[in-house]
């Protein structure tokens, strides 16, 4: 009988694999006396696998992709210090001396020590870095847990390895490029957490928010995972896996078929343009947009820049912006400003008791204005090299997109004083991601120049559901009739006033949603590139003429099911 373990899938793709149980912490380590003549040698088995350790880190460090940011990458610099720092070199080698202990067993005294002292610290950025500590001593226990006799030279995890594990940071993920893993599945994670933006970047199917999956599934166990319908199979017999093995081989098969069709313009049948604009999180995004030749930039979310709570200066953003402007110098390339905090973890926000309705994007942009003038100044200077447009996340009234329109007027003063080359004058979009704006539109409307809806928090803030808690998930449903009301709202304020309106959240990717969106108005569509292709196939063989009936029907639904059914009945049509 098969296990079927349900989470939410953030990337596409199915994997095939073995479970490798990764557990935070060192809990379950045992005990061991070691006799006093044998203590030398356990203590050259603890040092030889903090040595195995600092070569495989340097290896991975030398392995990174070019299209890692350096901030990703320096994750690998600071797990190399703490192994070189004496609170893991010498200090469990002392336990092992003194205690005649193992050396798992030492090692799980000392981390719990370094843990007691972190806890203690008051820096909220310094205490998150227990986590770090964690990954490096994890990757010093998994070394000690290999057999005297296998070939420590070989990765630590085999091919095909299917990550279980309650959360991973971004550093951690990193690091799974050298260790070829096939599949990720989290107990926790955010959607739109770093460590999420990474593995879609990166391509590995991914599912999160499976509870249990760590009780519930064994080491070495084969699964398979369905990361589009955020589903893990354990248990499955030689014909059920060969289904998957044959639908793995389909997927492939569809994603080179798709890559040779993204010449083809992104047109309805009835003729109707629409216009398929990539997200951006990672720099590798730039390459792939470019890949599915997308029309631009709908989206560029620029927290990459501020991973671990550091603020990135004007010089780094600057070369940053400017080199996606030159990489799409005639197509928009929509700079969305700092929307850090809540899901995106940031030091500051990490504080408030519910971030996702504290201080976060643009309310901390515009408490912190010397850090949130430094991206401005960087934006209008990267605009020489593009058509950029600046992009506000959660907004929810009109005077913060007046402030906002008055730093600008500062910054570009202060670069003209200066005499630095910039452009002055940028097109500024508010996103529609609280039913406050999405409410307000039209009163918002003649104050900015575009709109762009992103769904993912506006689903959270329109159903009070947090886009980040496992428990609550069932209720996040796109479905929901408020939320497809909104959708239709501002499309139509859009129309009214003229100001383009686009589609920016994960539904924009999602191929369900293609023609009901394409049926209520949108023409512009801000999508992760990797699904581009997909989309850009619906839209081609859709006809959006005759589709408005069924469109109203489905605004007018009375339940989340029933849209459901009706969306699906006009996928079908
Ligand atoms: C959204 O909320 O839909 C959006 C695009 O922004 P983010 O996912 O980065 O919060
Ligand atoms: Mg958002």
Redesign the pocket.
């Known amino acids: 009988m098969p296990l079927a373990l349900n989470g939410s899938g953030i990337t596409n793709g199915i994997a095939i694999g073995y479970a490798h149980i990764m557990r935070q912490g060192v809990g379950d380590i045992a005990r061991f006396d070691i006799a006093p003549e044998d203590l030398d040698n356990e203590v050259r088995r603890y040092l030889a696998a903090v040595e195995l350790a600092i070569s495989q880190l340097h290896t991975i460090r030398a392995d990174i992709p070019k299209h890692i940011p350096k901030d990703v990458a320096a994750f690998i610099d600071t797990y190399l210090l703490m192994l070189d720092d004496d609170a893991l070199k010498t200090g469990p080698v002392h336990h092992i001396q003194e205690q005649h202990c193992n050396a798992e067993w030492a090692l799980q005294i000392q981390c719990s020590a370094i843990e007691s002292v972190f806890q203690e610290m008051q820096d909220p950025y310094l205490k998150t870095r227990i986590d770090d500590i964690n990954h490096v001593v994890n990757r010093i226990q998994r070394i000690l847990a290999i057999s005297e006799d296998s070939d420590r030279t070989e990765t630590i995890l085999p091919a095909q390895t299917i990550i279980i594990a309650d959360d991973l940071s971004p550093a951690e993920t990193l690091t799974f490029l050298h260790d070829q893993v096939a599949g990720i599945v989290l107990q926790g994670c955010a959607?739109?957490s770093h460590t999420a933006i990474l593995v879609r970047s990166l391509g590995i199917p991914t599912i999160i928010g499976v509870d249990h999956a760590l009780q519930l599934l064994q080491e070495r166990e084969p699964v398979v995972i369905d990361a589009r319908k955020g589903v893990i199979l354990a248990g499955l017999d030689i014909e059920q896996t060969a289904h998957y093995r044959l639908l793995l081989r389909r997927e492939k098969a569809a994603a080179q078929t798709a890559l040779r069709s993204v010449r083809l313009a992104s047109v309805t049948l009835d003729g109707i343009k629409v216009a398929l604009r990539a997200?951006l999180?990672l720099p590798h995004d730039l390459k792939l947009a470019q890949t599915m030749h997308a029309a631009g930039v709908g989206?560029y979310?620029t927290?990459f820049l501020y991973l671990g709570g550091l603020v990135a200066s004007e010089a780094d953003q600057l070369r940053a912006y400017s080199r996606v402007l030159k990489a799409m110098p005639r197509q928009p390339v929509t700079i969305?400003t700092l929307?850090i905090g809540?899901?995106?973890n940031f030091e500051d926000a990490a504080t408030t008791s519910n971030s996702a309705l504290g201080l976060r994007?643009i309310r901390l942009c515009l408490k912190d204005q010397a850090m949130f003038k430094v991206q401005l100044r960087a934006i209008h200077r990267a605009a020489v090299y593009g058509q950029t447009r600046i992009l506000l996340?959660?907004v929810t009234a009109l005077p913060e997109i007046q402030d906002v329109k008055r730093l600008i007027r500062e910054c570009v003063a202060e670069l003209a004083r200066k005499g630095i080359k910039h452009k002055s004058r940028l097109p500024l979009g508010c996103?529609i991601?609280t039913p406050a704006a999405a409410l307000t539109a039209a009163q918002l409307a003649p104050h900015i120049d575009f709109f762009?809806?992103?769904?993912?928090?506006?689903?959270?803030y329109t159903l009070a559901v947090d886009?980040t808690e496992s428990s609550v998930n069932y209720l996040y449903d796109n479905c929901h009739p408020a939320v497809l009301g909104l959708l239709d709202h501002v499309l139509k304020v859009g129309t009214r006033t003229g100001k383009s309106v686009a589609?920016?959240?994960?539904?924009a990717g999602d191929p369900f949603f293609t023609r009901f969106l394409l049926a209520i108005g949108l023409r512009e569509f801000?999508l992760h590139p990797i699904n581009l292709p997909e989309i850009k196939n619906i839209i081609r063989t859709s006809k959006v003429s005759g589709m408005q009936r069924m469109a109203r029907r489905i605004i007018n639904a009375a339940s989340p099911q029933e849209a459901r059914f009706l969306i699906r009945t006009l996928n079908a049509s």
Do not use: V
């Open positions: 959607p739109t997200n999180e989206l979310r927290e969305r929307d809540a899901d995106k994007a996340p959660m996103m991601e762009s809806i992103g769904t993912n928090d506006l689903i959270q886009r589609l920016c959240g994960e539904m801000s």
